[in-house]
């Protein structure tokens, strides 16, 4: 079992910047890939980023390339997502989530643990 506990949300006006905190536990190790996605209200969940923990490859949804950053922390098993140049469509609650393996798949489904999510909230 992996356990996955998400920090660093809130609310922020539109161009502004956000950091990300996954920490995980249990059994943890080289092989996860983690993942962020997240969920719009009235909105189905989607892929944001993903990063292969041991090779670190990354990968990121289209609408958020060059905008947010997935990085890790080995030392303190601890995933990040640095979300610069917010926009109002970014508003969602965002979840960590981790599989086995060193794919990056986008399909949340293929995704085995996951986090309670935390609120971002861009405003205009």
């Known amino acids: 079992q992996v356990q996955l506990v998400e920090s660093g949300g809130g609310l922020v006006q539109a161009g502004g910047s956000l950091s990300l905190s996954c920490l995980a536990s249990?059994?943890?190790?080289?092989?996860?890939?983690m993942g962020w996605f997240r969920q719009a209200p009235g909105k189905e969940r989607e892929f944001v980023a993903a990063m292969s923990w041991g090779s670190g490859n990354t990968y990121y949804a289209d609408s958020v390339k060059g905008r947010f950053t997935i990085s890790r922390d080995n030392t303190k098993n601890t995933v990040y997502l640095q979300m610069n140049s917010l926009k109002p469509e970014d508003t969602a609650v965002y979840y960590c989530?981790?599989?086995?393996?060193?794919?990056?798949?986008?399909?949340?489904?293929?995704?085995?643990?996951w986090g309670r999510g935390t609120q971002v909230t861009v405003s205009p």
């Open positions: 249990g059994r943890t190790s080289s092989s996860l890939t």
């Open positions: 989530a981790a599989r086995g393996g060193t794919r990056t798949p986008v399909a949340g489904e293929e995704y085995n643990y």
